[in-house]
């Protein structure tokens, strides 16, 4: 690696970790400011309150990404288009382009760290909302209930636990498609969950009730459920806010939602941001570089208003083109990669127009 190179990636990413570590610990301040009081209602102490908090931080901290490389590219490229370091790797024969290499592959590694980082949010959200009184906390089993699966089978039974991925005296009851065929009754003594393998439900018997009226019955020892395809803790029964589900689930709850005929253009409008604000770290990067070498016009004063100006309207166009997604204006993908094809856009424009 390059001297030159080396300069550069050091001082973008001590310049990110110290923005994307710092702006949480605001978010967090202005948050606390707006709803202390109402926590202090609930009769948390200080202490619950922070590990509240503590839990929130990954949420916060995925949200500063975007923020922090803005801020990290335009304050890396900045001095050095000021004192006149761009131009001297430009006289040496070092284009722009390569002069912001190190930052552009920076922010790809960013880029999978946060979409790593969104899967994780929505767990640490959970928890944070029933740290925070937001909702009740989720037990960890369940005891008579029926449940209709996404296969459209009734599931039924005495009691669920999710230390030990066990039902006891469960019954899955299926219909044909067409109503032709044979209405088909699993009665089991108790169902295990395996990873990769699914349910397995263990001493019972499989009857199979036919439109002539014959009946047919089998007795088994163990029968791999295939088409039960909800693990434990889909079976509880909690209702989990947009903000508490990784992208796999807002698909699948998605899915049902549209089957019973209502609106999923909120869920599926959050379920493409989680993957838009991680991509936005770097497009946001390709933005800020070339934005940094034009505050050479304005001074200082010009290169901070410029990069505040564009955090502002990142947020806003992420806002407004995500209430559009919510009341179904706009198809879902548009929605949430709106505000980073807008920017994509102008950070294409702005890396022809620098001087190379």
Known sequence: MRILDRFVLVTFLKLFFVFVTGAPLLFILGDATDRLDRYLERGLTMAEVAQGYMYQFPNFFLWSFPVAALLASVFTIYPMTTHREVMAAKAGGVSFYRLILPMVMAGLVLTGAALALSQVVPRTNQIAAEVLGERERRQEWRSNFVYITDAGESLSARRLTTSDNRMQGVTLQSRS????????????????????????????????????????????????????????????????????????????????????????????????????????????????????????????AYGIGMSLATTMLYLMLFRVSGAMGYAGTLPAVWAAWLPNVLFLVGAIILLVRVRT
Do not use: C
Request: aromatic content about 8%.
């Open 177 to 300: 498609a067409n109503g032709d065929g044979p209405t088909r009754h699993i009665l089991a003594d108790q169902a295990v969950w395996r990873e990769g393998e699914g349910w397995t439900f263990q001493n019972g018997w499989i009857r199979e009730l036919h439109p002539d009226g014959r009946e047919e019955a089998t007795r088994f020892t163990e029968f791999a459920a295939e088409t039960l395809a909800e693990a434990p803790r889909d079976l509880l029964d909690t209702v989990r806010d947009e903000e508490e589900m990784t992208y796999a689930e807002l698909g699948i709850l998605a899915e049902r939602v549209i089957r019973s005929g209502g609106d999923a253009g909120r869920l599926l409008t959050k379920r493409e941001q989680q993957l838009a604000i991680p991509v936005a770290t770097f497009i946001i990067i390709l933005f800020g570089a070339p934005l940094a070498t034009s505050s050479r016009r304005g001074g200082t």
